[in-house]
């Protein structure tokens, strides 16, 4: 199985933030075939299908084509007193979902593309993790959401769960069906205060 996984944050309140990250997990064999499903949802002008640019018409299809894939997806979150330094609480919700998958046999990643020094980061934390005993067997590569049409469903999914914690939960209700995984980091506060 081949993992494709994206990041969000969002502040929860005037004192916490939560970090989320999301997995969608795929066949090998099934990858192009869901390319070519997902390709069409582009509207004219558009790189890449991203929730936050999407009408709510937009969001109904694009949530739709999602569930009739059969996804197997994974979401990892962390909440935080609110702070504008994330890259500590990526890789708590990062080492999360590495666990996670691993323990499903999902080894071979690609995450999206940020800038070369955060992908070198990205690479440097599995190692290190790895170094720690966790599965050997992982290993990550980037791709830019543009270029990776598999990566639209981690973002949607996260874009969901973001719009649900906002009480607009009607694209997470159908969208938490797909979900297999729900995780939040041990060291994850309370929502609320």
């Not at 769960?161 to 209700?173: M, T």
Request: some cysteine; charged content about 30%.
């Amino acid at each position: 199985m081949r993992g494709f996984i994206d990041e969000s944050s969002a502040v929860r309140s005037g004192t916490r933030q939560e970090y989320l990250v999301g997995a969608a997990v795929v066949p090998p064999g099934d990858c192009e075939d869901i390319r070519a499903e997902l390709k069409p949802l582009l509207l004219p002008g558009q790189i890449k299908v991203h929730w936050t640019d999407e009408s709510e018409k937009r969001r109904q299809t694009i949530v739709d084509a999602i569930i009739g894939l059969g996804a197997m997806n994974f979401v990892v979150t962390h909440v935080s007193e609110r702070s504008n330094k994330t890259e500590r609480f990526r890789r708590k919700c990062m080492e999360r979902l590495y666990f996670e998958l691993g323990a499903a046999d999902v080894c071979d990643l690609t995450l999206e593309s940020r800038t070369p020094p955060q992908d070198k980061g990205d690479r440097r934390h599995i190692v290190a993790l790895q170094g720690q005993g966790y599965d050997r067997r992982i290993r990550i590569s980037h791709a830019r959401g543009g270029d990776e049409p598999l990566l639209w469903i981690p973002d949607a999914l996260l874009g969901a769960l973001n719009s649900a914690r906002g009480d607009d939960p009607q694209y997470w209700d159908r969208l938490s069906e797909t979900v297999v995984v729900e995780a939040a980091t041990v060291e994850s506060l309370p929502l609320t205060p």
